[in-house]
């Protein structure tokens, strides 16, 4: 996300909690990297687990200063809905 996003946060995270469509929720770890605030540790295996290809849309609300809700659209431009399940639970965020 662009530097210029964040001055939306009161401060930028270390770590942000994804929270789907369904409730679900993962923890990524946030990381500077060439003047852009990227997600990191987490998000790869969030986007294989969820699916996410090239052409799909991901959108993200800032729910609380740690947390943000992702919306997933595919290439037709439909919301995807992702169940909870027992997928790499190591990356799953605890509630």
């Keep these: ?3 210029d996003f964040t001055k939306h946060f009161v401060a930028v995270p270390t770590e942000f909690k ?5 409730g679900c929720s993962w923890k990524v770890t946030v990381k500077l990297m060439n003047g852009r605030v990227t ?3 987490g998000w ?3 986007a294989a687990v969820h ?4 052409g799909y849309m991901v959108t993200f609300k800032l729910l609380t200063p740690n947390t943000l809700k992702v919306i997933i659209f595919d ?3 439909i919301e995807v809905v992702n169940k909870c399940g027992k997928h790499d ?3 799953a965020a605890k509630e």
């Excluded at 994804?18 to 369904?22: D, E």
């Excluded at 699916?51 to 090239?54: D, E, L, N, V």
């Design 1 to 3: 996300m662009p530097l």
């Design 18 to 22: 994804l929270r789907n469509n369904t």
């Design 39 to 41: 997600l990191d540790q």
């Design 44 to 46: 790869a295996t969030y």
């Design 51 to 54: 699916q996410i290809k090239i």
């Design 75 to 77: 290439d037709d431009g």
């Design 89 to 91: 639970e190591a990356f």
